[in-house]
């Protein structure tokens, strides 16, 4: 079994309730279990949407809150729309950054009649697929890392996010 670390910095006091750390040790445990042993790491920023508005403003040009963003520490992308990225060598573990916001990810899981922490576990591995090269960029990109999520979830007893978003 691979030894996987999720390093998370609270920035926003709002977290402290939700037991974060925990949420996100499984989340990313889940998505990284199909890895070789190595000791993977990520780091998650826990913040609120001033915090990362600023970030999405930065890093994308995007000047407006979101619910997650990823820093992968390489470039892992598949060249080939639609076939999986090829899992990180065993010595690059450093996997890459994460920041999620408190405000949008609230807001978005209630709107959707979901429990925040099930919200945050789905965003967190969504997030997580960004940093193993997944991306939904292309159709078949974004088919592919749909059902990544929906099985990895599934493991962890989480319906699926995007049956309500498609029907």
């Known amino acids: 079994m691979a030894d996987i670390h999720c390093e998370v910095l609270i920035e926003d006091p709002r977290w402290g ?14 998505a990284l279990a199909h890895l070789p042993p190595a000791p993977w790491e990520v780091s998650l920023l826990a913040c609120g949407d001033t915090r990362i508005a600023a970030l999405n403003a930065d890093f994308r040009g995007k000047p407006q809150p979101t619910n997650v963003l990823s820093w ?12 999986a990225p090829a899992p990180p060598a065993p010595q690059d573990t450093e996997l890459g950054d994460l920041a999620i916001a408190y405000d949008t990810c609230l807001a978005e899981a209630q709107a959707a009649g979901l429990a925040l922490g099930d919200h945050v576990t789905h965003l967190l591995v969504h997030g997580t697929l960004h940093l193993l090269g997944y991306d939904h960029e292309h159709e ?19 319906a699926d996010p995007y049956v309500d978003a498609e029907g």
């Open 17 to 30: 309730d939700l037991g974060l750390a925990a949420i996100a040790q499984r989340a990313v445990a889940a």
């Open 140 to 158: 078949a990109d974004g088919d592919l890392m749909e059902a990544e999520e929906t099985r990895i979830l599934a493991g962890l007893g989480i």
């Open 72 to 83: 992968p520490g390489a470039e892992r992308g598949s060249t080939t729309p639609g076939t």
